[in-house]
């Protein structure tokens, strides 16, 4: 018999998201579902961890090669995106291969000091060997500001 309680352990203090990334491109974009139209990206200003984990899902080529965090003043991401983390180059080049990484908002608080940018979002940005290929991003956003019930959705449909 399942449990009755209902316990809100991690995802009250966690916030979760899994996005299907379709760059429509071999070049770096942010994790998009749509060729890069609709960004995912996070408000550091609501959490101090950051972590971004993309898996391969759907290969014509090699698969995810690059994985970065970027962080920009604006959620359009369109001007002085700043790196805060990179992979290097990785093979992802099978279903289920994944890559991971990770920041704090300490970090980009340096790195908008450093550039003279006032970042704020952060966001994964992905190259993958082929414009077919395609990824499932998760995001997992920790040290939240205010705990609660219900940061991260039960279901999406």
């Known amino acids: 018999m399942a449990s009755s309680q209902s316990s809100m ?3 009250s203090d ?3 998201g899994i996005y299907d990334h379709d760059p429509a491109a071999n070049t770096a974009v942010i994790c998009s579902a749509d060729g890069g139209t609709t960004l995912k990206y996070v408000d550091m200003s609501k959490c101090d961890k ?3 984990i993309a898996m391969s899902s759907t290969l014509t080529g090699a ?4 994985l970065e965090i970027v962080a920009c003043a604006d959620t359009d991401f369109s001007a002085d995106v700043v790196i805060v983390k990179t992979s290097g180059a990785v093979v992802c080049d099978a279903v289920g291969d994944f890559v991971v990484e990770e920041c704090t908002a300490e970090e980009v608080a340096q790195l908008a000091e450093d550039n003279s940018v006032a970042l704020r979002y952060v966001a994964a940005r992905l190259t993958c060997a082929n414009a077919a290929d395609e990824a499932v991003v998760t995001y997992i956003e ?3 500001r205010w705990s609660y019930s219900g940061l991260t959705a039960d279901t999406i449909s």
Do not use: E
């Open 50 to 52: 950051f972590a971004a």
């Open 63 to 66: 698969g995810i090669n690059l």
């Open 9 to 11: 352990k991690l995802f």
């Open 14 to 16: 966690l916030g979760v």
């Open 142 to 144: 920790g040290g939240k």
